[in-house]
């Protein structure tokens, strides 16, 4: 979400099938998203 909940990543279904998809959660509870090919 960013903003006031804008979601980025919907309509996106086969990204998981053409990158691999990783999170991190920092201390501050920020979340990390990568994507890599």
Do not use: K, M, Q, Y
Not at 9 to 15: R, V
Request: negative net charge; glycine residues 10%; proline residues 3%.
């Amino acid at each position: 979400l960013l903003g006031r909940g804008t979601r980025l990543w919907d309509g996106l279904p086969s990204l998981d099938l053409t990158h691999t998809v990783t999170t991190e959660v920092a201390e501050s509870g920020t979340i990390h998203v990568n994507f890599a090919r």
